[in-house]
């Protein structure tokens, strides 16, 4: 089982930037088939966010498309999310997934992924 630790949520104003982190152990992250962020508002369904696919290419939802940026370091084992001008509804706890093999599910489908972090609140609030 790999294992997920999200950090670096918090409590921003419009327009404000956080960068959230994601520490992977139990694997390195070039054996992942998939690595995503999702993430959850309050009384709705979990999102997918952004996600790397195996052949390292990124997609990202067309609502953070621009304003969010997704990246890796391989050698710490962590995946970033680094989020600028952040909106009211990119409120939400945000969980890091990965997939261990290969899977046809689309990347944004979340029954797609093995394992989920703990999550990280982000607020975006004035």
């Known amino acids: 089982q790999v294992q997920l630790v999200e950090s670096g949520g918090g409590l921003v104003q419009p327009g404000g930037s956080l960068t959230l982190s994601c520490v992977v152990s139990?694997?390195?992250?070039?054996?992942?088939?998939?690595i995503a962020w999702f993430r959850q508002a309050p009384g709705k369904g979990r999102e997918a966010v952004s996600a790397?696919?195996?052949?390292?290419?990124?997609d990202y939802a067309a609502s953070v498309k621009d304003r969010f940026t997704m990246s890796r370091d391989n050698a710490k084992a962590t995946v970033y999310l680094q989020m600028t001008n952040l909106r009211l509804d990119d409120t939400g706890i945000y969980y890091c997934?990965?997939?261990?093999?290969?899977?046809?599910?689309?990347?944004?489908?979340?029954?797609?992924?093995?394992?989920w972090g703990q999550g990280t609140q982000v607020t975006v609030s004035s």
């Open positions: 790397f696919t195996s052949d390292d290419e990124i």
């Open positions: 139990g694997s390195t992250l070039v054996s992942l088939y998939r």
């Open positions: 997934a990965v997939r261990r093999l290969f899977d046809v599910r689309e990347w944004n489908n979340p029954r797609g992924f093995d394992d």
